[in-house]
């Protein structure tokens, strides 16, 4: 069972807006650590999507985007495209356990 | 660019060990904390250990009990990950992944592609 808790699966048809919820505890996201995000595409590594909650790397299409409020976050993705079909993580750090920690993963299907 | 590449998985008989390596190019490698994350068959990721960019601080999951040891030669370099009393449950793929700090944590910006190690008899 993950530190992070993430629905296991989410859809939507192409050109619609998903969101994927992380939600945590008052020992990591409500303790006021960042919520970072990861795209992985099937066999192939995880990529950085989303850090600091909110903040995109370079390259990464703005139709991504992340928010924090409380003991949860979310990451949002607009005008659904094919090549979105992935798995997708949150992350962040548990002072209790003194290390990192992910959500479960969410497999995003395009229908 | 930041390349990362892992070496050293297996097929190892429980109760074994093994070490892992991960060469590192494309940026300062003494300047930035490393991790290993790792992702068991058809499962999530699961941070596994991490070291600080002088070798100084380490730390692992508690889950490891300890087995589990990190390290790094910042003039080859590379980031290792000794296994010991490797576990059916060890099995996945080992990923070393370049920290960024954020705030008072990281994240982890660049991975490398993986290596399998399967503990099995």
């Known amino acids: 069972q993950s530190v992070l808790t993430q629905p296991p699966s989410v859809s939507g048809a192409p050109g619609q807006r998903v969101t994927i919820s992380c939600t945590g505890s008052?020992?990591?996201?409500?303790?006021?650590?960042?919520v970072h995000w990861y795209q992985q595409l099937p066999g192939t590594a995880p990529k950085l999507l989303i850090y600091?909650?909110?903040n995109r790397p370079s390259g990464v299409p703005d139709r991504f985007s992340g928010s924090k409020s409380g003991t949860s976050a979310s990451l949002a993705i607009t005008g659904l495209q094919a090549e979105d079909e992935a798995d997708y993580y949150c992350q962040s750090y548990d002072n209790s356990l003194s290390g990192w920690v992910f959500g479960g993963g969410t497999k995003l299907t395009v229908l | 660019q930041v390349q990362l590449v892992e070496s050293g998985g297996g097929v190892v008989q429980p109760g074994g060990s093994l070490t892992l390596s991960c060469a590192a190019s494309?940026?300062?490698?003494?300047?930035?904390?490393m991790h290993w994350v790792r992702q068991a068959p058809g499962k999530g990721l699961e941070w596994v250990a991490f070291t600080q960019f002088d070798g100084t601080d380490k730390y692992s999951a508690d889950s490891l009990k300890g087995r589990f040891t990190i390290s790094r030669d910042n003039s080859k370099n590379t980031l290792l990950l000794q296994m010991n009393s490797l576990r059916a449950e060890d099995t996945a793929v080992y990923f070393c992944?370049?920290?960024?700090?954020?705030?008072?944590?990281?994240?982890?910006?660049?991975w490398g592609q993986g290596t399998l190690v399967t503990v099995s008899s």
């Open positions: 600091g909650n909110t």
């Open positions: 008052s020992s990591n996201v409500g303790a006021g650590f960042d």
């Open positions: 992944a370049k920290g960024v700090t954020y705030g008072t944590t990281y994240y982890f910006d660049s």
């Open positions: 494309g940026f300062t490698f003494s300047s930035f904390g």
